[in-house]
């Protein structure tokens, strides 16, 4: 096998190393430089004006953490073997592989009942045909069919290097200080016993961190209230284009494969068959459908599209409990009046809608605690520990959007 080490400058990490052929051919391929053109935040850049970070960034940050995490663990006497720790690196590299436009944002809007983890398994099943067999240990490992469940657990689980990833990095790029978090103390902690992932006691404080970071990024970060209106006007115009159209009203996206999935509204239950249309797709065809439209003669599309392209954006307040009815009505009536549209159509300028967050939740999946005696406990059982039992607890806030004139 001929020797590969490449190096690529990442500005949160310093250097990334390539070192094996397998990785840089997956790295080079079409469908993870895709990762290119899709933004890791959505529209979170529209009140943090550096957070144009991709998903391609996120992917090799993770990556480059789960080469780390695999070292430490080697170096505590845990055996893994080449083909485990190739299989790993693969599986953290595509864990996003299967994103489509503007990721969470319009998942499950523009194909509808399917999510971006099935439509990962189908690429990596795609690349695994291609590269002849080598990607069924990272297969087995994503998909939890591998007999050591740590290395699932450092893909998909509540220490993941995934989230190690993209919290550090969502902070770098947003500036906001509260997601900082010690990753690197916590990667030099992680140990395996009984072949399940731990963390010895010395990181608890490291780990309560990490925890509260990741419910702060989501409120002051993901879950701000404008990135919410900024997201949820991008469902309204997919929605409002996919009405016309089933109404026989003629609406072209910029791109054959936005349209592709916009003409055809029932491509979710044949994906695979139209996998490839789906890795042609990025945020460039959204966009410049976007721009496109707003000059499209229906007036809901086009000034939706403008009010977006623009960032003039919904008016958004946020509360715990539902909102008013009336008050929800009275501004509907507004935008009938002064819009002159239907009440049916009102609701693609004045709606309401639930935001919810969970900062640890020990039925999903446990942070466990590995102590000088021997003993595990899960983080919330901890003697005086910050995450209490009560932290499993959604936090709820009631978003309304609302045009303002």
Not at 27 to 34: A, D, E, K, N, T
Not at 169 to 198: C, N, P
Request: hydrophobic share 40%.
């Amino acid at each position: 096998m001929m020797q590969v080490r490449k190096i690529i400058n990442d500005p949160v990490y310093g250097f990334i190393t390539i070192d094996h052929p397998l990785i840089l051919q997956i790295i080079s391929h079409p469908v993870y430089q895709r990762l290119r053109n899709i933004h890791q935040m959505a529209f979170a850049h529209l009140v943090y004006p550096g957070a144009v970070h991709s998903r391609l960034h996120h992917s090799l940050g993770a990556y480059h953490l789960m080469c780390t995490a695999l070292n430490e663990i080697k170096n505590k006497g845990v055996e893994i073997t080449a083909s485990e720790e190739l299989g790993a690196k693969i599986a953290i590299l595509l864990h996003d592989v299967g994103h489509g436009p503007f990721s969470h944002a319009l998942e499950n809007e523009l194909i509808k009942d399917v999510y971006h983890e099935a439509i990962s398994i189908l690429i990596m099943q795609k690349l695994n045909a291609e590269f002849k067999g080598q990607l069924q240990t990272a297969i087995d490992i994503f998909t939890n069919n591998h007999p050591r469940r740590f290395l699932y657990q450092l893909v998909s689980g509540q220490l993941d290097v995934d989230r190690m990833d993209y919290l550090n990095r969502d902070s770098f790029f947003t500036g906001v200080a509260e997601g900082v978090i010690g990753y690197d103390r916590i990667i030099k902690m992680l140990t395996v016993k009984d072949g399940e992932l731990m963390v010895e006691e010395k990181a608890i404080y490291s780990i309560e961190k990490f925890l509260v970071s990741r419910r702060l990024m989501y409120w002051q970060v993901y879950l701000h209230k404008t990135v919410v209106s900024a997201e949820m006007m991008l469902v309204k115009i997919i929605r409002r284009a996919k009405e016309l159209i089933a109404n026989g009203t003629k609406v072209s996206a910029a791109s054959d494969a936005l349209d592709f999935f916009l003409q055809n509204q029932d491509t979710g239950s044949s994906i695979e068959k139209n996998l490839d249309t789906f890795c042609q797709l990025d945020d460039h065809d959204i966009m410049a459908t976007i721009k496109n439209w707003s000059h499209h003669p229906d007036k809901i599309l086009s000034l939706l599209c403008r009010l977006l392209v623009e960032r003039r954006l919904l008016k958004v307040k946020l509360q715990a409990e539902p909102f008013d009815t009336a008050l929800v009505n009275e501004k509907r009536k507004e935008v009938m009046e002064k819009l002159d549209v239907s009440e049916k159509e009102s609701v693609y300028f004045v709606f309401t809608g639930v935001a919810s967050n969970t900062t640890y939740d020990p039925k999903d999946e446990r942070i466990n605690i590995l102590f000088k005696d021997g003993t595990v406990k899960d983080i919330s059982k901890v003697d005086n520990a910050l995450i209490h039992p009560q932290l499993g607890i959604t936090v709820k806030k009631h978003y309304f959007c609302y045009y303002r004139f």
